[in-house]
């Protein structure tokens, strides 16, 4: 398997880097002081390869905090809210999209 870093990256609108914390497993967004948020708003926004390829980089070398990094796109609504740019990462950012049988 490739790692994300050794990957050619395209970045077709604005996009986040976002991973998966190592304490619990939750989705994280990388910011733009260098941390990770569990809230896609607090995400740093990049729109061109060299600055996505960047950030991935310093996000894969926080691998104590977070695991998984990669590149995901995103959508600016017109208020200026930032929502997830394709199916994988809703459901990544809403959990499962089935209501589940209830454990007796």
């Not at 990256?9 to 986040?16: A, L, M």
């Amino acid at each position: 398997m490739t790692s994300p870093l050794q990957q050619k990256i395209k970045i077709t609108g604005p996009s986040v880097v976002t991973a998966n914390r190592t304490v619990d497993g939750v989705v994280v967004y990388r910011s733009a002081d260098q941390r990770w948020s569990t809230n896609l708003a607090d995400a740093a926004i990049v729109r061109d390869a060299p600055t996505a390829r960047a950030l991935l980089a310093e996000a894969a070398a926080d691998d104590v905090g977070a695991v998984g990094a990669y590149i995901a796109p995103v959508l600016i609504a017109a208020d200026g809210t930032v929502l997830p740019g394709n199916l994988r990462e809703q459901i990544r950012r809403d959990g499962v999209s089935i209501t589940l049988p209830s454990v007796r």
